[in-house]
């Protein structure tokens, strides 16, 4: 399976510790604040469904440039409301913990930075 572009990288990790999945894909997404489309883009549909056609459990880590309050973030806006739609209608959970800005600059502070990952392999994300 290959996932990876300019926005999206993705690798599988063979996991040997005997507890948890044998196997793990761990992603970095970007989607463009300026992107067209509503996200999520194509590219990062394609690793979610094929991680769900192959049984392997994901974990991404997303520069969502959306707003959504379900992640911390101050108000929902048209991005943030498509990929929580999308989240939510793929068995994926999202895995921010607190509503501390990871956007900062000197007139804003927001939350657009997310995790998401399949159930299972949420599990494994400690702080």
């Not at 992603?27 to 690793?47: C, F, Q, W």
Request: a neutral charge.
């Amino acid at each position: 399976m290959h996932h990876s572009s300019r926005d999206l990288t993705a690798v599988k990790i063979k996991t040997s510790s005997g507890r948890g999945p044998g196997e793990i894909i761990l992603g970095s997404a970007y989607l463009p604040y300026d992107d067209v489309e509503s996200p999520p883009p194509g590219k990062l549909e394609r690793l979610v469904t094929g991680c769900r056609a192959e049984g392997t459990h994901l974990i991404v880590g997303c520069d969502a440039n959306g707003h959504h309050t379900s992640w911390g973030s101050t108000n929902i806006n048209n991005r943030g409301e498509s990929l929580f739609n999308y989240v939510m209608a793929n068995g994926l959970d999202i895995m921010n913990r607190s509503n501390r800005p990871n956007f900062v600059t000197s007139n804003r502070q927001e939350v657009i930075d997310i995790t998401i990952a399949t159930l299972y392999a949420g599990n494994f994300i400690k702080d």
